[in-house]
């Protein structure tokens, strides 16, 4: 196994061990969302998901969402957000599914993440756009 691979598996213990921890493991997460590299910012996510009974757990994912500049632990929280089906996550969600600028998966992933949030399946093909005409019909 190469340095790369030992590093991610390193990675993956320490999230799960942090995740096993629970409220103790919050100030790490926060940490992380700190980090300079965008994968450990993701690797976040999964602990944050994993304390999603602390409300700054959840705003952490939101805040993500709103203003990571890198695709990975956007996509990361977007679809821990959809995993929680947290309500409080739709007006993010709906900015990146709205936002013509952003990245197609991304939108595809919030669209997703929205239908397991609202209990709606959008169909394929047109996930975004459904998503978008639900938002218009039911959000602000």
């Keep these: 196994m ?3 691979g030992r590093a991610y598996d390193r990675r993956v213990l320490a999230s799960w061990g942090l995740s096993i921890r629970a409220p103790a493991a919050m100030p790490f997460a926060l940490e992380m969302l700190r980090d300079r590299n965008p ?42 957000l959809g995993r ?10 709906a900015k990146v599914i709205r936002d013509e600028r952003a990245d197609g998966d991304t939108q595809f992933a919030a669209a997703v993440a929205l239908g397991r949030i609202v209990g709606k399946r959008f169909p394929p093909g047109r996930t975004v756009e459904e998503a978008r005409a639900w938002l218009d019909r039911n959000a602000n």
Excluded: K, M, N, Y
């Excluded at 994993?50 to 805040?63: H, M, N, S, T, V």
């Excluded at 929680?84 to 969600?93: C, F, M, N, Y």
């Design 2 to 4: 190469d340095g790369a």
């Design 39 to 80: 994968e450990i910012r993701a690797d976040a996510t999964s602990v944050l998901e994993r304390l999603a009974d602390d409300p700054a757990a959840l705003e952490a994912l939101i805040a993500l969402v709103e203003s990571d500049p890198d695709l990975e632990p956007v996509d990361a929280a977007v679809e821990a």
């Design 84 to 93: 929680l089906r947290a309500q409080a996550a739709i007006p993010a969600l």
